[in-house]
Antibody, heavy 124, light 107 residues
Framework: EVQLLESGGGLVQPGGSLRLSCEAS????????MSWVRQAPGKGLEWVSS????????HYADAVKGRFTISRDTSKNTLSLQMNSLTAEDTAVYYC?????????????????WGQGTLVTVSS | EIVLTQSPATLSLSPGESATLSCRAS??????LNWYQQKPGQPPRLLFY???NRATGIPARFSGSGSGTDFTLTISSLEPDDVAVYYC?????????FGGGTKVEIK
């Protein structure tokens, strides 16, 4: 069974940093592009970042570019999101999501499995 | 950035009725359009990828169609369990974008 388990959320002050993790199981982690999607309280879904075929194949929403860094540790089957310079607008549930087909030069960015999410609250 | 506009914002129907949800893209996305269902307190669930390919376990009363800029998600014979917010998402261009969602309610 494919499973994604996020962790690392919590309360952080404006300007602070937080590192989210997503532990994957039930599939060959290295073969799939992975993404982070967030949802502010009571709002819709917002794509944040994706990791495709390698370190050079990372993508970011303009709202987080330069502040967030996505990475992957294939030895631990873990996707991470380092979040710096956080603001109140970053308050959201952050979901880890798996792409729908194995990476073959294209990332197939539809999300067929989602974690339960981890809540990040940026407030003083 | 490709903007996805979903309509209506809210759809209130009786059980057994058919629901038609629209997603319009600001420029062509080909068939690179996906649909998700999100129930309260749960993560989203994939319904369709590539506009009309039903995801695993999705009932046949759900159907997806469209290409280019206009897409439709249809739920025939609405059931109480279908109460949710439905989102479209495009993967044709970076950044990936989601529509604002359509909330489906049961009368």
């Amino acid at each position: 069974e494919v499973q994604l388990l996020e962790s690392g959320g919590g309360l952080v002050q404006p300007g602070g940093s937080l590192r989210l993790s997503c532990e994957a199981s039930g599939f060959t982690f290295n073969n799939y592009a992975m993404s982070w999607v967030r949802q502010a309280p009571g709002k819709g879904l917002e794509w944040v970042s994706s990791f495709g075929g390698g370190v050079g194949d990372t993508h970011y929403a303009d709202a987080v570019k330069g502040r967030f860094t996505i990475s992957r540790d294939t030895s631990k089957n873990t996707l991470s999101l380092q979040m710096n310079s956080l603001t109140a607008e970053d308050t959201a549930v952050y979901y880890c999501a798996k792409s729908g087909k194995p990476f073959d030069g294209r990332g197939y960015y539809w999300f067929d499995c989602w974690g339960q999410g981890t809540l990040v609250t940026v407030s003083s | 950035e490709i903007v996805l506009t979903q309509s209506p914002a809210t759809l209130s129907l009786s059980p057994g009725e058919s629901a038609t949800l629209s997603c319009r893209a600001s420029q062509s996305v080909g068939s690179d359009l996906n649909w998700y269902q999100q129930k309260p307190g749960q993560p989203p669930r994939l319904l369709f990828y590539h506009a009309s390919n039903r995801a695993t376990g999705i009932p046949a009363r759900f159907s997806g169609s469209g290409s280019g800029t206009d897409f439709t998600l249809t739920i025939s014979s609405l059931e109480p369990d279908d109460v949710a917010v439905y989102y479209c998402q495009q993967r044709n261009n970076w950044p990936l974008t989601f529509g604002g969602g359509t909330k489906v309610e049961i009368k």
